[in-house]
């Protein structure tokens, strides 16, 4: 009987904890790792830079959906680890992310601007990660 109470007395205090929220880059971050091309889109600037591998271009925001949906169909996503990330900008933030999909592993930055409020994507860069090479 004292053992659990002490196992409560410890357990209950953390049951009660809220969760952190998620900040914005943990949100795409998410929707990255799902492969839910479509909601992540709903968070794009209206264009957006977007570069895969070697192709750089700056594209509308339904646009970007379609290219990136190619990607990540011709990629499908196995992981998605934040390996940095940067808050100091109240306006900005950007993090670089080890993206591992069924064919490779990918360095992807994703870099969000406060837009009307809200952070949204504004650039997206995917490149083969440096250790393969």
């Known amino acids: 009987m004292i053992r659990l109470f002490t196992l409560l007395l410890f357990i209950l205090?953390?049951?009660?904890?809220?969760?952190?929220?998620?900040?914005?880059?943990d949100d795409a971050a998410e929707l990255i790792k799902t492969g839910n091309v479509h909601e992540l889109a709903k968070k794009f600037t209206s264009s957006i830079e977007l570069t895969i591998l070697n192709e750089e271009n700056i594209y509308s925001a339904s646009q970007a959906e379609l290219v990136l949906g190619s990607f990540f169909k011709n990629n499908p996503i196995k992981a998605v680890k934040i390996l940095h990330r940067v808050n100091s900008n109240p306006n900005i933030r950007y993090a670089v992310l080890l993206l591992t999909t069924a064919n490779a592993e990918y360095r992807t930055a994703v870099s969000m601007k406060l837009t009307n409020g809200v952070f949204l994507v504004n650039e997206i860069k995917i490149e083969s990660d440096k250790k393969e090479e």
């Open 13 to 25: 205090p953390l049951s009660g904890r809220p969760t952190p929220a998620l900040g914005p880059i």
